[in-house]
């Protein structure tokens, strides 16, 4: 790790190059901030491939972690997970270590790109949620062939997100927020983040507030990408369709991002580490250098960060493109010789393309978020227990039913992969070794004791194989559990 002297109020910045063409894109960015008169000085840090290899199985050294925990501010290549040396990606380290929780990946159209949907002003941003649902890596496999991925999302989690994205959209002068979920769907977890944000959309009167569907989103994007301009969405769902904005805009060479938390930020490039392009010089380093411009723009170094933007801006506009948007015929440079002319272009300015005016973004106050209210009164009023089993519905069904005979609990359904299959209802569903076989208690007063279900898990091991348990919750009434395709 390199650690310069800081003279004054010169910031450190935490670098890490990466794997892949990570070490080229990087490096231009660099060289194109040190040029820009911005005032930083960098720490190189390790993470990534190389960490791996060591036998580090997080990918991420503690020198790095304290560097970063120092300078709060990270310019970072992108990481490979190398399969065969660590099990978790060292990029979803970082993002939970400083609880990076904001995603935001800005894509505008640029000067001189040629896409399908050039000229239509496309000029967006998706906050996406970066710790939490299907990516907090909780996985099993349940049985020999049925694997579960467990989609967790918080109250304070979705608060954080869409207090961010109203946030953002002031700071950068957007009248509309649309948040994308799947709400219809998973009503409990990507509900939450729909009623989240219309509890907080008021608050913002000044900015118009849509609820959309992810799919219909998706579609909006590519029939009318203009009519949207700060698009917040959970995990999964912002991962693709960030990638998705990425194409829009000319690719994944061009698209930026920083990942915000309240105590550090990242900013990398969207894309990964390319290895089919790696060590060429060949690699387009804007993604890379526009994640600059918004570290710069984090640290309060606006006129650095507006100095690179316009010359990127220019630079493209002049036609200096790397291979990947090069015209066909055209010379394509390489990474060194881009950042070369972004140099060059320090300090002009194309007059046919404006940026717009950026206010510094106020992060939501972590104490002041609202807190889950704790409910009055809990009643458990059941339990899913989920088995594998090879046989029918019908023969798992009569061998429960048997089970609790004469018990507190009665079966109410079995459901395999969220249908209900037992009482048959008629539907043709193709049925896997893993069941969730619902119990209820048969009074609807009292609630189902530990001892009255562990006696019950007991029971059933001696014919069964369970391997979960959820246990069936109502909070002040309302059930805090779904009802399975065909459940009365
Ligand atoms: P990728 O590295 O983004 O590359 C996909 C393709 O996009 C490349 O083969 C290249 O296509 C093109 N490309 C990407 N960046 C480019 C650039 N700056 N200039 C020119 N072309 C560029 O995606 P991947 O192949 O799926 O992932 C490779 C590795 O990166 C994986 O280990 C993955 O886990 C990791 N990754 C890391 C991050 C991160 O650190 N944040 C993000 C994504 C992926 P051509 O074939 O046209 O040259």
Redesign the pocket.
């Known amino acids: 790790m390199t650690v310069e002297a800081t003279p004054g109020d010169v910031r450190p910045i935490t670098v890490i190059a990466?794997d892949?063409?990570g070490p080229e894109?990087v490096r231009a960015a660099m060289r194109v901030v040190e040029a820009s008169g911005a005032r930083v000085c960098w720490e190189e840090c390790e993470a990534g491939a190389r960490v791996f290899q060591k036998g580090l199985a997080t990918g991420v050294p503690p020198e790095t972690i304290e560097s970063i925990r120092r300078t709060r501010v990270v310019l970072k290549g992108?990481?490979?997970?190398p399969v065969g040396y660590g099990e978790k990606s060292a990029?979803v380290t970082l993002r939970k270590l400083f609880e990076t929780y904001g995603n935001i990946r800005p894509a505008r159209e640029l000067p001189g790109v040629v896409t399908p949907f050039h000229g239509r002003g496309v000029d967006l941003v998706v906050i996406r949620e970066n710790v939490e649902d299907l990516y907090a890596g909780i996985e099993h496999l349940q049985t020999p062939g049925v694997a579960q991925c467990l989609k967790l999302m918080s109250q304070v989690g979705c608060e954080k997100i869409v207090r961010l994205a109203f946030e953002f959209a002031r700071a950068d002068g957007r009248r509309s927020v649309h948040c994308a979920t799947k709400a219809n769907i998973m009503k409990l977890t990507e509900g939450l983040l729909q009623r989240t944000f219309e509890r907080i959309a008021p608050e913002y009167p000044d900015i118009t507030a849509k609820h959309i569907l992810i799919d219909n989103c998706a579609h909006q994007l590519v029939r009318h990408p203009e009519q949207f301009e700060v698009i917040v969405t959970s995990n999964m769902n912002g991962d693709i369709l960030s990638d998705l904005t990425s194409g829009l805009i000319g690719g994944?060479?061009l698209a930026p991002s920083a990942n915000i938390g309240n105590e550090v930020a990242m900013f990398?490039?969207v894309?990964?580490?390319?290895?089919?392009?790696a060590g060429r010089n060949v690699?387009?380093p804007t993604?890379m250098i526009l994640s600059a411009v918004l570290m710069l723009r984090h640290i309060g170094a606006f006129d650095a960060a507006a100095r690179i933007k316009r010359a990127v801006l220019l630079t493209l506009e002049q036609g200096v493109h790397?291979a990947?948007i090069a015209a066909p015929g055209h010379r394509a440079v390489s990474t060194t010789e881009f950042a070369d002319a972004v140099i060059g272009n320090l300090g002009k300015e194309s007059p046919n393309w404006h940026m717009r005016e950026w206010r510094p973004l106020r992060l939501p106050d972590a104490s002041s978020l609202r807190q889950p209210a704790l409910p009055t009164h809990r009643r458990v009023i059941g339990a899913d227990v989920f088995v594998e089993w090879r046989g029918t519905a019908e023969a798992l069904g009569g061998q429960l039913e048997a089970l609790v005979e004469g018990t507190p609990l009665r079966l109410k359904m079995v459901s395999n992969r969220g249908t209900r299959v037992y009482p048959p209802t008629g539907a043709l569903t193709d049925c896997v070794d893993h069941w969730r076989c619902r119990f209820v208690l048969r009074s609807v007063e009292g609630t189902l004791e530990d001892a009255l279900l562990l006696s019950l898990l007991q029971r059933l091991s001696a014919q069964l194989r369970w391997m979960h348990v959820e246990k069936l919750q109502e909070f002040d009434g309302e059930p805090a559990f779904t009802r399975a395709q065909g459940e009365d």
């Open positions: 990466g892949g063409i894109v992108p990481l490979e997970t990029n994944l060479g990398e490039a894309h990964g580490s390319a290895p089919d392009i690699a387009n993604a790397t990947d």
